[in-house]
C-alpha cells in the first residue's frame, strides 16, 4: 500500500441519446454488416452490466415503427466498471443493428464476453466516489456517422 487513495475515473458513456445535450441519434449507426457474428454475445454483455444508474422513467424506442414494450427497454444504466450505458442499448442492437465503438467491443473481448469478477463491488464504489460519466469520446465518435437524412 501507497497510502495514496487513486481516483475513481469517470466511467465511458456509450449509446446515450438524451435531452438535454444533442446526442446522436441511433438511426445514424445502423449497419446490419457490422460484428455479426458477435451479435449475441454483444446483447448479452450489455443486458448483464452492473446497475451503475437509473433514469426518471423507462426508455422508449427511438425507431418510432418499433413497438418494444417501455419495460423491454428499461429504465436503468448499466457498467462494466469502465463503459457505461441505458439498459436499453441491447434492443438497438438486436433489433436496430446499430454499431458501437471498437474500443467498446474490444473492452468486451478482453472480458472474454462477460461481466468480470467483482463487477457490481467496482461499480459501487465509482457510484460513491465519482458517478460521473465522461460522455466526449462517445459522442464524438457517433457524430461522425452523422446522417443529413436524419431529422432526430
Ligand atoms: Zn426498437
Known sequence: MT???EAVPKLKAVGFWRPPRKWPSPRWLVNSDWELENRGRITRYLRSGSVCGGALGYSWCRFHCCRAHPVRMGSCERSDGI?????GLAHYIHKHNIM???AFIHTMRMNEWRMP?????RVADWRSTC???DYEPWETWAFQYKSWYVFW
Do not use: F, K
Request: glycine share 16%.
Open 117 to 121: 469478477a467483482g463487477n457490481a463491488e
Open 3 to 5: 497510502g495514496e487513495e
Open 100 to 102: 458501437l465503438p471498437d
Open 131 to 133: 458517478g460521473a460519466y
Open 83 to 87: 463503459w457505461a450505458w441505458p439498459e
